[in-house]
């Protein structure tokens, strides 16, 4: 036997209108900004932030999930800094400059705090989800998408960086 009522119509989920460039980069630019110059230092962080501005507005009108556009950023960023990381490793030496400050992803912003420096110790994807969390400010959400990977690994990333940064102060 059937049930005799009918099944209710099916919805379909309306797309999320993509907001302006423009409201993006007032939305998420300072974030991807302190995240650039987190890792590459103000300089070179200033030029990948630039980089990653152009690559987004090129690929924005390909965005599948403007909800999301965040994190895509944040995927971008992590590009653009990992290209920059390699072109510098490529490059010849300057004599006499001390460019290792300066070529540090992880310096300290804050001098005298250290933190980043027990940071860079860490593990990679340690290292990337508390950079991702706590100096671009993201949900795990947004982590876990720039990231590439689940919400629940980006937050166990979290936590396990944390958890090993408690362990060493407490030594």
């Known amino acids: ?11 379909r989920r309306r797309p999320v209108p993509r907001p302006p ?13 302190r995240f650039c110059v987190a890792r590459m230092g103000p300089d070179r962080g200033e030029e990948c932030f630039q980089e990653t501005l152009l690559a987004a507005l090129r690929a924005y009108d390909e965005l599948r999930d ?4 965040g994190g895509w950023l944040f995927q971008i960023a992590q590009r653009k800094i990992v290209d920059a990381a390699r072109s510098a490793a490529r490059a010849p030496d300057p004599a006499g400059d001390d460019l290792e400050a300066h070529l540090d992803p992880w310096h300290d912003p804050e001098p005298g705090s250290g933190i980043w420096a027990r940071v860079a110790t860490l593990p990679p994807k340690q290292r990337e989800a508390l950079a991702l969390r706590y100096l671009a400010d993201l949900s795990h959400a947004d982590v876990a998408v ?3 990977t689940s919400v629940e690994a980006a ?4 936590f396990e960086g944390l958890r090993r940064l408690r362990d060493e102060v407490e030594r």
């Open 66 to 69: 403007p909800g999301a556009v």
């Open 155 to 158: 937050r166990r990333s979290v």
């Open 21 to 33: 460039f423009e409201v993006v980069v007032e939305r998420h630019g300072p974030a991807v900004l």
């Open 1 to 11: 036997m059937s049930d005799p009522t009918p099944a209710a119509p099916r919805r």
């Open 146 to 148: 720039a990231m590439g």
